[in-house]
């Protein structure tokens, strides 16, 4: 039986009655975060996304921006109807009041996508106005290559840096390794890596609920993987990302 879980955030909204239905794999529904990483700076992270309920200002997934009007993020982050769904754009903190909101038009999730086995977990977002660039604010370039084994990526995102636990404010980070697919399928024997990236880090380090589809970024800053799932969270066992230059071409046709 397969371990991993989906990395968002499952909850029952009460305020319009709306159910966050989140699709996974093992035990209950977890709320996490990037566990045993480090408080970003104001605008160490530009191009980072919180997509939102806009009724109670919940985050439940990150994002990437690609373009003004376009974000990049994990298909089974579409886990309520778009009219619910903003993006938060231009902070590190969960509590920025300054920070722009723009409701989400579109939520364009791969047509191939398949939550049981977490495969083709990839989704575009089209907002309805376009992102204004500036110091605090702007785009990654598409993944010009495939990533190699043993290079070192940067993730971030807001989930929970235990569990349980809560969210954290302020938005974290940390390095990660790739692992090679023979050594991920030996530690994680009948996942699918067709079309992702495994990456790995020591024990009490590593992805949780909540930095769904949030960025996983190279040295040439480009945005190589999104989070899609992990084994519970930091259990010295392989996060997995979506990769981005796999589904590039289907990226390209989708963004605005």
């Not at 990437?64 to 938060?88: F, G, M, N, Q």
């Not at 380090?205 to 480009?222: F, N």
Request: proline share 5%; net charge negative; with cysteine.
């Amino acid at each position: 039986m397969k371990a991993t879980i989906l990395l968002c955030f499952c909850a029952l909204v009460a305020l319009t009655n709306v159910t966050l239905n989140c699709s996974k794999t093992l035990g209950t529904p977890l709320n996490t975060k990037i566990v045993g990483g480090w408080d970003a700076e104001p605008g160490q992270f530009k191009y980072i996304v919180s997509l939102r309920t806009d009724y109670n200002n919940y985050h439940f997934c990150g994002a990437t921006i690609i373009t003004p009007r376009s974000l990049v993020t994990a298909a089974h982050c579409k886990i309520i109807d778009v009219e619910y769904i903003v993006a938060i754009i231009g902070t590190t903190r969960l509590d920025d009041d300054n920070a722009r909101r723009i409701p989400v038009k579109e939520f364009i999730t791969h047509p191939d996508y398949n939550p049981s086995g977490i495969i083709n977990d990839i989704a575009v977002v089209i907002l309805t106005e376009d992102i204004e660039f500036n110091d605090m604010v702007q785009p990654l370039k598409l993944a010009s290559r495939k990533v190699q084994d043993n290079e070192r990526l940067t993730s971030s995102g807001w989930g929970y840096t235990s569990y349980p636990g809560q969210a954290p404010n302020n938005l974290q980070w940390m390095n990660q390794n790739v692992v090679n697919a023979e050594e991920c399928h030996e530690m994680a024997p009948g996942e699918t890596i067709t079309g992702k990236i495994c990456v790995l880090e020591m024990e009490g380090h590593g992805m949780c609920s909540g930095d769904s589809g949030g960025p996983l970024v190279d040295y040439y800053q480009e945005l190589v993987g999104v989070t899609s799932s992990a084994f519970l969270c930091a259990t010295g066992k392989p996060d997995f990302f979506t990769d981005v230059f796999y589904f590039k071409t289907w990226i390209e046709d989708h963004i605005q």
